[in-house]
């Protein structure tokens, strides 16, 4: 199972960027998707998230200003950021929480290589 990340990049104060990650190999279904994120000197945090149902939940420093979605027929998750802050610059990471069709191969989650959101003041 790969995930492939993509759209970080530099950015102004309040403008806007959009990030996208696509999960391919064998399985069976994914059951969360997630955009996590992790600035310089800091512990990686968790921005978004949103269920194969669709309910969604972000960290209050984002809520209002970035808004997740995913597309379950083509594996893929999106993050949209508006409205960007210097202190939203960081490496971003998608996660996925996969599961196979053999019972025996339990739940596991996958990480995206990581892509950088730089915005400056």
């Known amino acids: 199972v790969q995930l492939q990340a993509s759209g970080g990049g530099l950015v102004q104060a309040g403008g806007s960027l959009r990030l996208s990650c696509a999960a391919s190999?064998?399985?069976?279904?994914?059951?969360?998707m997630s955009w996590y994120r992790q600035a310089p000197g800091k512990q990686r945090e968790l921005v978004a998230i949103i269920a194969s149902g669709g309910s969604t939940d972000y960290a209050d420093s984002v809520k209002g200003r970035f808004t997740i979605s995913r597309d379950n027929a083509k594996n893929m998750v999106g993050l949209q950021m508006n409205s960007l802050k210097p202190e939203d610059t960081a490496v971003y990471y998608c996660n996925a929480e996969v599961v196979f069709s053999d019972p025996r191969v339990p739940t596991y989650d996958y990480w995206g290589q990581g892509t950088l959101v730089t915005v400056s003041s």
């Open positions: 190999g064998g399985f069976s279904r994914i059951n969360t």
